[in-house]
């Protein structure tokens, strides 16, 4: 995937999406050492990133597939992601979603025109949930993360961070099923001066961390984390995407993210969910890293259950 690919990709989405704002925090700058700008996805349609790489992939479609609609399956933003680009664009999406996936994201898909098939939370049951809609329907599957098209999608926020801010040293973002670290990795080589691509990941999903250090995909034997959009795999098609273009995949607890969370919560005054604040969590735990540099940080998404916030478990 070249530099014109991502070129023609957000000329393609961009009627379709948010040129999201960048926000700074004084206060936070200073606790870090460093100057951070932040990419608010948390402003994008349906409040997340995933916009981006649901509409390319979409629009990449033959009129005859988005007659048939488009299927996925997901715990959360790419199901919402998904469900609202095909309502933008005239087209049915089926989305197979875990049964325990957060209400409110499940209300957000059906709001915006997804036909939801819940199943049991399990890889293979997604999976499978999937295939016998391609089967009934003639539906297209597009994977949350796995895809050429939404991974240059996902890159486009970075593309337009670049814009603002050309001469970042670093740009951090989290890590799940590795669309947008892979696509931010793309953008930053691509339209950056020798920016480089730092990835956030929590211990208690850490495949990442893991795959980079034994040269192939792993899995997880847990999902334990606050994070809930950080819980899927890297895919064959976004790897070595990262394994040649990202620097590093720093690990944080889930204290640190609940931590990093309150902090933009606090500081800069939006709404972003534990996903998002990964990637910040991931710079506070290695400042000496990002000392005196220019940093750019994805707010990947703002799509929280403001009724279980996790701020009151710190005590």
């Known amino acids: 995937m070249d530099k014109q690919l991502l070129i023609e990709c957000h000329a393609r989405i961009k009627p379709f999406i948010h040129n999201t704002p960048v926000l700074t925090s004084r206060l936070i700058d200073e606790m870090v050492g460093a100057a951070l700008f932040f990419k608010c996805e948390n402003f994008q349609r349906m409040g997340a990133f995933k916009m981006r790489g649901a509409a390319n992939a979409i629009m990449q479609l033959s009129e005859k597939q988005k007659q048939n609609g488009v299927v996925t399956h997901s715990s959360g933003n790419f199901a919402q992601a998904l469900s609202l680009a ?9 989305i197979v979603m875990p049964e325990n996936a957060p209400q409110v ?34 539906a297209t599957f597009i994977h949350p993360s796995n895809d050429d098209a939404v991974i240059l999608g996902q890159g486009t926020a970075c593309m337009e961070l670049l814009g603002f ?25 691509y339209f950056g001066n020798e920016c480089k691509t730092i990835g956030g990941e929590p211990f ?13 995909i792993e899995q997880n034997s847990t999902s334990n984390t606050i994070a809930d959009g950080l819980k899927t795999q890297l895919g064959n098609r976004n790897f070595p995407i990262i394994q040649k273009h990202v620097e590093e995949i720093i690990r944080v607890t889930e204290e640190e993210i609940v931590f990093a969370m309150q902090l933009i919560w606090e500081r800069l005054k939006i709404v972003c969910e534990p996903s998002s604040a990964v990637a910040l969590a991931a710079i506070l735990t290695k400042k000496a890293k990002f000392s005196g540099k220019k940093v750019g940080v994805i707010v990947s998404g703002g799509n929280v259950d403001v009724g279980n916030l996790p701020f009151k478990r710190l005590g």
């Open 105 to 138: 994201k499940k209300n957000a898909v059906k709001g915006y025109g997804g036909q939801i098939i819940e199943c049991e939370p399990t890889l293979e049951a997604r999976e499978r949930e999937s295939k016998q809609i391609q089967e009934k329907y003639g």
């Open 204 to 216: 208690e999903v850490d495949d990442a961390y893991r795959s980079l250090q034994s040269g192939k």
């Open 165 to 189: 801010h050309p001469d970042l040293d670093y740009v951090v973002t989290p890590v799940g099923g590795g669309g947008l670290i892979a696509g931010t990795a793309l953008a930053a080589f």
């Open 86 to 94: 095909a309502q933008s664009l005239g087209v049915r999406a089926y």
